[in-house]
Protein backbone atom coordinates (compact mmCIF):
# COMPACT_ATOMS: atom_id res chain seq x y z
CA UNK A 1 0.00 0.00 0.00
CA UNK A 2 1.64 3.60 -1.34
CA UNK A 3 0.74 6.02 1.32
CA UNK A 4 1.16 9.90 0.98
CA UNK A 5 -0.47 13.40 2.12
CA UNK A 6 -2.94 15.10 0.15
CA UNK A 7 -4.92 18.43 0.36
CA UNK A 8 -8.57 18.61 -0.49
CA UNK A 9 -9.27 20.67 -3.20
CA UNK A 10 -12.15 21.83 -5.75
CA UNK A 11 -12.20 22.40 -9.49
CA UNK A 12 -14.22 25.95 -9.67
CA UNK A 13 -14.29 25.78 -13.40
CA UNK A 14 -13.29 22.23 -15.24
CA UNK A 15 -15.61 21.54 -17.73
CA UNK A 16 -17.89 18.35 -16.60
CA UNK A 17 -15.82 18.29 -13.56
CA UNK A 18 -16.75 21.67 -12.43
CA UNK A 19 -17.21 21.60 -8.48
CA UNK A 20 -16.29 18.37 -7.91
CA UNK A 21 -13.85 18.22 -4.74
CA UNK A 22 -11.08 15.76 -4.96
CA UNK A 23 -7.54 15.13 -3.90
CA UNK A 24 -5.03 14.69 -6.60
CA UNK A 25 -2.56 11.37 -6.94
CA UNK A 26 0.63 13.12 -8.54
CA UNK A 27 2.09 10.90 -11.72
CA UNK A 28 4.97 9.09 -9.27
CA UNK A 29 2.30 7.94 -6.76
CA UNK A 30 -0.05 6.61 -9.51
CA UNK A 31 3.33 4.58 -10.69
CA UNK A 32 3.97 3.00 -7.67
CA UNK A 33 0.24 1.76 -7.05
CA UNK A 34 -0.50 0.81 -10.91
CA UNK A 35 2.43 0.86 -12.87
CA UNK A 36 1.93 2.07 -16.79
CA UNK A 37 -1.51 2.57 -16.19
CA UNK A 38 -3.74 5.87 -18.23
CA UNK A 39 -7.00 5.31 -17.95
CA UNK A 40 -9.19 5.23 -14.85
CA UNK A 41 -9.31 2.01 -12.73
CA UNK A 42 -10.72 1.70 -8.85
CA UNK A 43 -8.83 1.83 -5.35
CA UNK A 44 -8.76 0.95 -2.26
CA UNK A 45 -6.93 1.91 0.98
CA UNK A 46 -7.87 4.28 3.99
CA UNK A 47 -8.40 8.16 3.79
CA UNK A 48 -6.84 9.30 7.23
CA UNK A 49 -8.32 6.67 9.49
CA UNK A 50 -11.67 5.88 7.68
CA UNK A 51 -11.33 2.75 5.38
CA UNK A 52 -12.30 3.30 1.14
CA UNK A 53 -12.91 0.65 -1.46
CA UNK A 54 -13.80 0.77 -5.26
CA UNK A 55 -13.12 4.88 -5.67
CA UNK A 56 -12.25 5.61 -8.98
CA UNK A 57 -8.70 6.94 -10.15
CA UNK A 58 -9.44 9.34 -12.53
CA UNK A 59 -6.57 10.16 -15.30
CA UNK A 60 -6.09 13.84 -15.81
CA UNK A 61 -3.16 13.80 -17.64
CA UNK A 62 0.55 13.52 -18.02
CA UNK A 63 0.08 10.66 -15.69
CA UNK A 64 -1.50 12.35 -12.95
CA UNK A 65 -4.77 11.04 -11.58
CA UNK A 66 -7.76 12.83 -9.07
CA UNK A 67 -9.50 10.87 -6.40
CA UNK A 68 -12.97 12.71 -6.28
CA UNK A 69 -14.52 12.80 -2.97
CA UNK A 70 -18.13 12.90 -2.09
CA UNK A 71 -20.09 15.11 0.02
CA UNK A 72 -20.73 11.97 2.09
CA UNK A 73 -17.28 10.39 2.45
CA UNK A 74 -16.25 14.11 2.96
CA UNK A 75 -18.36 14.38 5.78
CA UNK A 76 -17.44 10.89 7.34
CA UNK A 77 -13.44 12.51 7.28
CA UNK A 78 -14.23 15.52 8.83
CA UNK A 79 -12.66 17.72 6.44
CA UNK A 80 -13.23 20.10 3.18
CA UNK A 81 -11.33 21.79 0.60
CA UNK A 82 -8.18 22.54 2.20
CA UNK A 83 -7.83 19.93 4.86
CA UNK A 84 -4.74 17.66 4.40
CA UNK A 85 -5.24 13.89 4.59
CA UNK A 86 -3.28 11.04 4.90
CA UNK A 87 -3.87 8.74 2.18
CA UNK A 88 -2.98 4.86 2.04
CA UNK A 89 -3.91 3.02 -1.60
CA UNK A 90 -3.97 0.19 -3.02
CA UNK A 91 -5.09 -0.92 -6.62
CA UNK A 92 -9.17 -2.37 -5.81
CA UNK A 93 -8.77 -5.58 -7.95
CA UNK A 94 -12.13 -7.38 -6.27
CA UNK A 95 -13.94 -4.28 -7.34
CA UNK A 96 -16.97 -5.40 -9.98
CA UNK A 97 -20.48 -3.89 -10.88
CA UNK A 98 -22.88 -6.39 -12.15
CA UNK A 99 -25.15 -5.77 -14.71
CA UNK A 100 -28.91 -6.06 -13.39
CA UNK A 101 -30.46 -8.54 -15.01
CA UNK A 102 -33.37 -6.16 -15.82
CA UNK A 103 -31.07 -3.34 -17.73
CA UNK A 104 -29.79 -6.69 -19.92
CA UNK A 105 -32.78 -8.17 -21.24
CA UNK A 106 -34.40 -5.00 -22.14
CA UNK A 107 -30.88 -4.39 -23.74
CA UNK A 108 -30.54 -7.90 -25.61
CA UNK A 109 -34.16 -6.76 -27.31
CA UNK A 110 -31.54 -5.41 -29.82
CA UNK A 111 -28.40 -6.84 -29.69
CA UNK A 112 -27.19 -3.53 -31.41
CA UNK A 113 -27.99 -1.76 -28.26
CA UNK A 114 -26.38 -4.57 -26.17
CA UNK A 115 -23.76 -3.82 -27.74
CA UNK A 116 -23.20 -0.35 -27.83
CA UNK A 117 -23.34 -0.88 -24.00
CA UNK A 118 -20.73 -3.79 -24.18
CA UNK A 119 -18.53 -1.70 -25.93
CA UNK A 120 -18.66 1.52 -23.75
CA UNK A 121 -15.40 1.74 -21.14
CA UNK A 122 -15.75 -0.10 -18.16
CA UNK A 123 -15.73 3.03 -16.11
CA UNK A 124 -18.88 4.18 -18.34
CA UNK A 125 -21.05 1.25 -18.15
CA UNK A 126 -20.67 1.34 -14.40
CA UNK A 127 -21.80 5.06 -14.06
CA UNK A 128 -24.97 3.90 -16.05
CA UNK A 129 -25.48 0.49 -13.84
CA UNK A 130 -24.62 2.84 -10.58
CA UNK A 131 -27.23 5.55 -11.34
CA UNK A 132 -29.74 2.82 -12.21
CA UNK A 133 -29.33 1.32 -9.23
CA UNK A 134 -29.41 4.30 -7.06
CA UNK A 135 -33.05 4.83 -8.09
CA UNK A 136 -35.26 4.62 -5.03
CA UNK A 137 -38.30 3.41 -6.53
CA UNK A 138 -39.75 1.26 -9.43
CA UNK A 139 -41.06 3.80 -11.50
CA UNK A 140 -37.91 5.75 -11.16
CA UNK A 141 -35.77 2.84 -12.30
CA UNK A 142 -38.17 2.19 -15.47
CA UNK A 143 -37.48 5.13 -16.38
CA UNK A 144 -33.75 5.29 -16.36
CA UNK A 145 -33.51 2.11 -18.09
CA UNK A 146 -35.40 3.53 -20.98
CA UNK A 147 -33.16 6.71 -20.98
CA UNK A 148 -29.74 4.06 -21.27
CA UNK A 149 -31.66 2.29 -23.76
CA UNK A 150 -32.30 5.50 -25.47
CA UNK A 151 -28.75 6.79 -24.98
CA UNK A 152 -27.49 3.37 -26.45
CA UNK A 153 -29.78 3.78 -29.51
CA UNK A 154 -28.27 7.30 -30.13
CA UNK A 155 -24.43 5.71 -29.10
CA UNK A 156 -24.13 8.09 -26.38
CA UNK A 157 -21.36 7.67 -23.07
CA UNK A 158 -23.27 8.53 -20.14
CA UNK A 159 -21.80 12.06 -19.68
CA UNK A 160 -24.07 12.99 -22.73
CA UNK A 161 -27.09 10.93 -21.64
CA UNK A 162 -27.13 12.90 -18.25
CA UNK A 163 -26.75 16.09 -19.72
CA UNK A 164 -29.53 15.27 -22.57
CA UNK A 165 -32.81 17.69 -21.78
CA UNK A 166 -30.78 20.11 -19.14
CA UNK A 167 -30.39 23.69 -20.17
CA UNK A 168 -26.60 24.65 -21.07
CA UNK A 169 -24.97 26.40 -17.98
CA UNK A 170 -24.30 30.31 -19.03
CA UNK A 171 -20.73 31.02 -18.24
Known amino acids: MITFKAEIERFEKMGEKTGWTYIAVP ?32 PM ?6 IALKASLR ?8 GVLQVSLEEDTTF ?9 LCLADEPVLLDRF ?34 MSRDWDFGTMIRDGKPPKSS
Not at 34 to 42: D, H, V, W
Not at 61 to 66: P, W
Not at 96 to 104: A, G, N, Q, S, V
Open 27 to 58: AAIAEQIKAGCKKSYRIKGYLDQVPIAGLSMV
Open 61 to 66: GEGNFI
Open 75 to 82: KELRKQEG
Open 96 to 104: KIEMPEDLE
Open 118 to 151: LSQAKSHQNYYITWLNSAKTEPTRTKRIVKIIEA
